[in-house]
């Protein structure tokens, strides 16, 4: 059992996420706009696998793109509607990370990454990440991605555009947000 001295039950601040962050490094939290803490289970062996290649084949990409930086999902966003958010991979624009001073680039990122990817595990509620998901384009995301390994779909969300969901895909393209990275899918929607 988890005990965090002097932190409501009811909501937190911003502050008292990060102190209990940093007390509790090995879980995986998240921050809602309303100050409710979410514990996050750990991913099950395939889905932390899959998480592993969504990562790796983004981070290959940029390597050869050079046009931004990618994160895992260990990284804190703190999104401008005070949320704090891990999306299970994200990008970010070069020009947008340059922006940050030195200090902001060392603790939870104050801004809502370009490009986010969830991956719906077996313990995720389908309504809960969608939720998020929708969080991330409200908050300034030009390009997510909700892969459910469970339903065989991925909805994509894009600003001011209505959610497209697509069956069964055997890719999905970065569009213009990552020009040229085109995500196989084949091991995870199979």
């Known amino acids: 059992m988890i005990v965090a001295e002097n932190v409501s039950a009811e909501s937190i601040s911003l502050q008292e996420f990060e102190r ?19 514990i996050m289970a750990p991913a099950g062996g395939e889905t932390g696998n899959w998480n592993a290649d969504l990562t790796a084949d983004l981070v290959i990409w940029n390597r050869a793109a050079k046009t931004g930086r990618v994160f895992d999902s260990s990284t804190g966003f703190v999104l401008p509607n005070g949320a704090e958010r891990s999306p299970d991979a994200s990008w970010v624009e070069l020009r947008r990370w340059e922006a940050l001073s030195l200090e902001e680039r060392k603790k939870f990122l104050p801004l809502c990454p370009d490009f986010v990817i969830e991956l719906r595990s077996i313990s995720d509620r389908l309504s809960s990440v969608q939720r998020k998901m929708q969080e991330y384009k409200e908050n300034g995301a030009r390009l997510g991605w909700l892969i459910d390994p469970i339903s065989k779909q991925v909805e994509i969300y894009r ?3 209505d959610v497209e969901i697509l069956n069964h895909p055997l890719s999905v393209s970065g569009e213009a947000v990552l020009p040229g990275f085109l995500m196989d899918l084949k091991g995870i929607l199979e």
């Open 20 to 38: 209990v962050a940093a007390e509790y490094p090995d879980l995986r939290l998240e921050l809602t706009r309303e100050g409710e803490l979410v």
């Open 159 to 161: 600003p001011g555009q």
